[in-house]
T-cell receptor
Framework: DARVTQTPRDKVTEMGQEVTMRCQPI?????VFWYRQTMMQGLELLAY????????DSGMPKDRFSAEMPDATLATLKIQPSEPRDSAVYFC????????????FGPGTRLTVL | DQQVKQNSPSLSVQEGRISILNCDYT??????FLWYKKYPAEGPTFLIS?????DKNEDGRFTVFLNKSAKHLSLHIVPSQPGDSAVYFC?????????????FGTGTRLTIIP
């Protein structure tokens, strides 16, 4: 059955290293979202794409985070340089541009920055 | 500014009884509301939704109630089962073409006691 996939599932890295997280949205979905789950803020929206074009990345720290969609089957979220405060679970979700905003989530990438 | 609030971080309910999860919102433009359920090490999955033109939507054991004047919604689960133990997120959106964003609450961890 159709699912959003994310790699890696777990990542442990040292402060200052570059981290790249990847997401494959459900085939046919044209909206892609990146979220970060924290205890205090719940699910924070970091970036949002429609038809591969970035529409909103206001939730993302611009100096170190970047999000791209090189093609319709791949979305990436990069952190460079990573910091301990970036430790969180990062989720990718995809959906259809339909006016009813149900989103389908991947299993997440648990990032630990030491 | 938390536009969607879930003020109870956790809730414990006996198996077979009713579970009631609450959510408040501040943005009067929100017109579509969703509940997601999340198990550990998995992404959130869609559970049930409601449009602002309704005040109740039911799907099996799950019912969502919307009180627009109070800007409040609730999720009722009856009867509660051990498999309902999870974190529940409330989400809200402004449904127009060109905006697919969801605003999430911080989640409520529901524990069903056998």
């Amino acid at each position: 059955d159709a699912r959003v996939t994310q790699t890696p599932r777990d990542k442990v890295t040292e402060m200052g290293q570059e981290v790249t997280m990847r997401c494959q949205p459900i085939l046919g979905h044209n909206t892609v979202f990146w979220y970060r789950q924290t205890m205090m803020q719940g699910l924070e929206l970091l970036a949002y794409f429609r038809n591969r074009a970035p529409l909103d990345d206001s939730g993302m720290p611009k100096d170190r985070f970047s999000a791209e969609m090189p093609d319709a089957t791949l979305a990436t979220l990069k952190i460079q340089p990573s910091e301990p405060r970036d430790s969180a679970v990062y989720f990718c979700a995809s959906g259809r541009e339909s006016g009813i905003n149900e989103q389908f989530f991947g299993p997440g990438t648990r990032l630990t920055v030491l | 500014d938390q536009q969607v609030k879930q003020n109870s971080p956790s809730l414990s309910v006996q198996e077979g009884r009713i579970s009631i999860l609450n959510c408040d919102y501040t943005n009067s433009m929100f017109d579509y509301f969703l509940w997601y359920k999340k198990y550990p090490a998995e992404g959130p999955t869609f559970l049930i939704s409601i449009s602002s033109i309704k005040d109740k939507n039911e799907d099996g054991r799950f019912t969502v109630f919307l009180n627009k004047s109070a800007k409040h919604l609730s999720l009722h689960i009856v009867p509660s089962q051990p498999g309902d133990s999870a974190v529940y997120f409330c989400a809200a959106s402004v449904t127009n073409f060109g905006n697919e964003k969801l605003t999430f609450g911080t989640g409520t961890r529901l524990t069903i006691i056998p």
